[in-house]
Each structure stands twice: as C-alpha cells, then as structure tokens.
C-alpha cells in the first residue's frame, strides 16, 4: 500500500491523539466519515498502525528518572544474542532495548523511581544478563524532547 497526502495526515492525526473520533478526523482530513474510517482500517490492516494506548506521565507513576545503558556482550554468537534479547523482555524497566553497531552490543532505555532504585538494578538484573562482559549507564539530567510522532 502506497501512502497518500490523505492517508499521511490521518496517520499524523492519530499519532497526535489516537482517541479522536472518527467525525472530527474525517472533518480534520477534508472526507466523509465512511470514507475516513475506511481509510483508517486499511491503514491498520496493512500494518501501518501497530495499536492504540496511553501514554502515561514518567512522573507521575513514580519512575522520574531516565537511564541509557551500554552493554557490552562477552561474545557475539547467534546464541549469546538471543540469551541476551529473551532475558531483557522480563525486565519491565528495560522500555527499549536495541541491538547496535559500534563499540557497544545493545542499547537500553532504563525508567527507575531514583538513584537507588537503578543501583538494585543494576545489581540484580543488568549485570546478571546472558554474556555481559560489561555495562556503562548514562543518566539522563533531564528530558529536552521526547515524541512518539513520527514524521509521515
């Protein structure tokens, strides 16, 4: 599926608030609500959009702080990769985990409530991973910007 001008401001739209209604999206995108909703569905039947959900205020649920995490595996052997990749998916504070190029194996995005809270972390889960020879974290001080809007 080929996207158009249409079907790139009814993906921007949702990214913006996924909650609309169908009536004011199709009054925002110029088309008929029967129309509007087609559109939609296809969009989501040929994968473009993945679901909808809420996204929750860092602070407010008590997890104020943002951590990166370098690791570094012992070796780089298909078996290793996968060990590793299948132990982060049971570490809820791991919110992004991506395998890299460079001088480092993996990335991680890290949400903890303090300082404290990433130490046991750190102790008891990031270095306890599959092949880890090493670990390097970086706080973050603060968020300068952050979207989940991608630019269609």
């Known amino acids: 599926m080929k996207l158009d001008r249409i079907d ?27 129309a509007c909703l087609r559109r939609v569905r296809g969009l989501e039947q040929a994968g473009f959009i ?15 702080g943002t951590v990166f995490v370098h690791i570094v595996l012992r070796r780089e052997e298909q078996s290793e990769l996968a060990a590793f990749e299948a132990a982060v998916q049971n570490i809820p504070q791991i919110m992004e985990c991506y395998l890299m190029t460079g001088e480092f194996d993996y990335l991680l995005r890290l949400v903890v409530s303090d300082m404290a809270d990433f130490e046991r972390l750190h102790n008891d889960a990031l270095t306890r991973l599959p092949g880890v020879a090493r670990v390097n974290s970086s706080v973050a001080i603060r968020t300068v910007r952050k979207t989940t809007v991608l630019p269609v």
């Open 8 to 34: 790139r401001k009814l993906l921007t739209e949702l990214q913006r608030d996924g909650r609309i209604s169908n009536v004011d999206l199709a009054d925002l995108v110029n088309l008929s609500e029967s």
């Open 50 to 64: 993945e679901g909808y959900v809420a996204l929750l205020n860092q602070k407010q649920v008590g997890l104020g």
